[in-house]
């Protein structure tokens, strides 16, 4: 499939980018023949770029510097480190101001941080909500959300728990 977007892409001269996010989670996989089925489609394609991502960086890296898997020394790779909170307030104020000609309040902003740890997508959950209902954020809708957000995730955590080893789950 890799290898027919390339050909693809030639034949409409164009460039495709391929992201893989959670790349890592192929690591979890004992054989590494999917990791150089996909090496060896990348290193013949000219028309193809791609972007592997994750969230666990120590797997990431062990599967680009690990002389013995198939991805060492194939790739750029590119530390990210999480958004400084002050980034953060600046967007955000600057949305809010463009949205509600008004900034919110910096308790509500401290609690936004507090509850996800400064994690991108659950960032963006929390505002996308409140952007989406037209409401301004505040101190108390913030915790109501996020516990109804946490609540409904509820099972999605339990099966992961329940997939983890023993010593996992130490």
Not at 13 to 28: A, C, G, I, T, W
Request: glycine fraction near 4%; aromatic fraction near 12%; charge should be positive.
């Amino acid at each position: 499939m890799l290898k027919k977007l390339d050909e693809a892409a030639k034949l409409v001269k164009k460039r495709v980018v391929v992201v893989v996010d959670e790349f890592q989670q192929l690591s979890e996989i004992t054989d590494h023949a999917v990791e150089a089925t996909i090496r060896h489609a990348m290193q013949y394609s000219s028309h193809v770029s791609y972007i592997f991502s994750g969230s666990y960086r120590h797997m990431l890296l062990g599967m680009f510097n690990d002389k013995n898997r198939p991805f060492y020394n194939s790739c750029e790779v590119m530390q990210i480190d999480r958004i400084e909170e002050g980034d953060y307030i600046a967007f955000i104020q600057k949305a809010a101001q463009e949205k509600w000609k008004k900034k919110i309040e910096d308790k509500a902003l401290e609690k936004i941080f507090e509850v996800t740890e400064y994690h991108p997508s659950y960032i963006n959950r929390i505002c996308g909500y409140f952007w989406l209902i037209g409401e301004i954020p505040k101190y108390d809708t913030v915790i109501a959300y996020w516990n109804d957000f946490v609540l409904s995730k509820k099972g999605e955590f339990s099966e992961s728990l329940l997939r983890l080893s023993k010593n996992k789950k130490k």
